[in-house]
């Protein structure tokens, strides 16, 4: 009889350490923290708090790997290799890391396994390949000129990722860096550090050389500060709320103007015309846009904006799906919906119900605090009726299980609502009239654009915002702009 993943969960080794230099070391002022498990408010683990300090331990290392050349001046072919094993290695240790991934941050482990570790491992490997498939180019000269255009990595790259895709995140991040033969300091988000820290004893183990990976684990205002400000990073990579990137945009002007790229959230509006071919279909996909992941996802479907002929309809559909996405225990397979990632997050977002109903919303599910014998930090899926464009429900980025309905009359008036926000990360639209599709595809303002589906795309598509939802695109090649520099050397020829 095979153990069930709570068994299995006990039998793991927690990595507990910083990655310094190939690695696992202490952090200087021998301080901890603790790494609390969301399903149960249970202690995992002691982490090392690591603070400026090791953060210029950590860049110091990245500089020198990359001075050195011992992966900056590879063979693309040979990089190639490298992150391509990694990737297996990432496979191999598939339900380790799932483990990890669920005890750190409450997801399902059948998230974990099915969708976080393959996706993480696939990003890696699609940066492998790659490697060796990005050309440089030769510009259109006249016969007494060459010139060329070449890409450079840009040097240390620091990236800070957060805690709602802790693996996933840091593989969009590392992926295109590492392609591109920089050395990076990866510090996760303090919620979050084991994936972080296991993925970087793996990426020794697959050939990458001392110092081109680190791994701090600590808190923003010391290790994250740390690193916005230090002189020696050329390049820094964020995802996570619009108030800490406002930081390190300043950050960058204190310090060396370093290149800071952002992806800050959203608030994704999921507009539903009456003309919609399978509105069951787009009721269980609204659902599931504002139910997966405990609704701690950027890109979540939190604004349904649905039209007025068909909204009573479409909604006894929607809350018979949210009706099977309870919260039960993460490490149970059968569960759909974990819990929230700490009691201070859990009772943010219960603040916001509760704002919603003074507001004037109409509460139809939800609302409360579940599961409480189980000691950790689960909300039942919840959907506000009557909710208008001006209430704080509909505008602030509540990053959980709560869904605000709104309606409309016409497409401007869709439009006009979808567009009334500070972010524009993402946007869904569901209609059966093509033209209807690609025009208001143009009107919208965001960076991803979903017709008659919630989170298409895959690897070989851009990811990122418009307005406040940050710069900088992460997946596809485009991401290899971040971290690179364009050289243009032009020979005069005799």
């Known amino acids: 009889m095979s153990l069930s993943y709570t068994e299995r969960a006990r039998q793991l080794a927690l990595p507990s350490k910083l990655f310094i230099h190939g690695k696992t070391v202490d952090a200087a002022n021998g301080k901890t923290f603790e790494c609390i498990n969301p399903g149960t408010g249970e202690t995992l683990a002691h982490i090392a708090e690591g603070d400026a300090e090791d953060i210029n331990r950590a860049v110091a290392s990245a500089r020198q790997a990359f001075e050195s050349g011992a992966w900056s001046n590879l063979p693309p072919k040979v990089r190639k290799k490298v992150l391509i ?18 005890l750190d941050v409450g997801k399902p482990i059948s998230d974990s396994l099915s969708v976080d570790v393959p996706s993480s491992a696939s990003c890696m490997r699609w940066y492998g390949e790659a490697c060796d498939k990005v050309y440089d180019e030769v510009a259109p000269t006249g ?124 608030k994704t509006p999921n507009i539903v015309f009456d003309d919609c071919k399978d509105l069951k279909k787009a009721a269980e996909s609204a659902a599931i846009g504002i139910f997966y992941n405990q609704g701690e996802v950027c890109t979540a479907a939190s604004r349904l904006i649905v039209q007025d002929t068909i909204k009573d309809e479409f909604l006894d559909e929607l809350l018979k799906v949210a009706a099977t996405l309870q919260p039960g225990d993460p490490l149970d397979p059968e569960t759909r919906m974990g819990a929230l990632i700490e009691e201070k997050h859990m009772n943010r977002v219960l603040d916001y119900i509760d704002v919603g109903k003074a507001e004037g919303a109409k509460l139809l599910c939800g609302g409360e605090r579940v599961l409480l014998n189980q000691g950790g930090y689960y909300i ?32 401007d008036e869709a439009v006009a609502i979808a567009n009334d926000t500070d972010y524009g990360l993402a946007a869904c639209l569901w209609t059966n009239d093509l033209n209807k599709a690609i025009t208001l595809s143009r009107r919208i303002r965001a960076g991803n654009m979903w017709v008659n589906c919630w989170d298409g795309g895959d690897m070989t598509m851009p990811f990122g915002g418009y307005k406040q939802s940050g710069n900088g695109r992460d997946k596809s090649l485009h991401a290899l702009d971040k971290y690179t520099e364009l050289k243009a050397t032009w020979i005069e020829l005799s």
């Open 85 to 102: 094993r990694l990737a297996d290695l990432m496979m191999e240790h598939r339900e380790e890391l799932a483990l990890l991934e669920t």
């Open 143 to 266: 016969p007494n000129a060459f010139g060329t255009i070449t890409r450079e990595a840009i040097g240390v790259v620091a990236a800070v990722v957060p805690w709602n895709f802790p693996l996933l995140m840091a593989c969009w991040k590392l992926g295109p860096a590492l392609a591109a033969g920089n050395s990076v300091v990866l510090k996760p988000a303090e919620q979050s550090p084991l994936t972080a820290l296991r993925l970087a004893e793996l990426a020794s183990e697959a050939g990458l050389p001392d110092g081109v990976l680190n791994v701090v684990s600590g808190f923003g205002p010391t290790a994250g500060r740390a690193l916005g400000l230090h002189k020696d990073v050329d390049c820094l990579a964020f995802t996570g709320s619009g108030e800490v990137g406002k930081l390190f945009l300043q950050y960058s002007g204190q310090s060396n103007m370093k290149r800071v790229w952002l992806e800050c959230g959203g």
């Open 380 to 411: 039942a899926p919840t959907v506000f009726d009557g909710v208008k464009s001006s209430m704080r429900i509909a505008k602030e980025e509540i990053f959980g299980p709560v869904l605000s309905t709104l309606t409309f009359k016409d497409a």
